[in-house]
């Protein structure tokens, strides 16, 4: 199913290390579940910095931007460094040879 709702790609920075990840994971999941029906977490890519605390890069479908914050604003443990519309996705197949 193709949705008509905006994708948005939102940069965190989380106050923990990498095990402590499945718990915050389950506790969004379960967020969006009860509180955000109108919310999905479409994927997240986890990177460990040289401290050892977690950046992820999420991609979600939500009506607008304030839903996405309110439910990081109940996720907690974390700051948003950046949440932007994504305006479209491109592969290399995308750009064949002239």
Request: aromatic share 8%.
């Amino acid at each position: 199913m193709i949705s008509d709702m905006p994708k948005y790609m939102i940069v965190r920075a989380f106050d923990c290390g990498e095990s402590e990840m499945p718990a915050v994971g389950r506790k969004s999941r379960q967020l969006i579940e009860s509180n955000y029906p109108a919310v999905t977490w479409e994927h997240s890519h986890v990177v460990v910095d040289d401290t050892g605390n977690v950046r992820t890069f999420c991609v979600y479908d939500a009506p607008d931007e304030a839903a996405v914050l309110a439910h990081s604003a109940e996720l907690g443990m974390h700051n948003i460094q950046s949440i932007d519309e994504i305006a479209g996705d491109v592969t290399p197949a995308d750009f064949p040879d002239a």
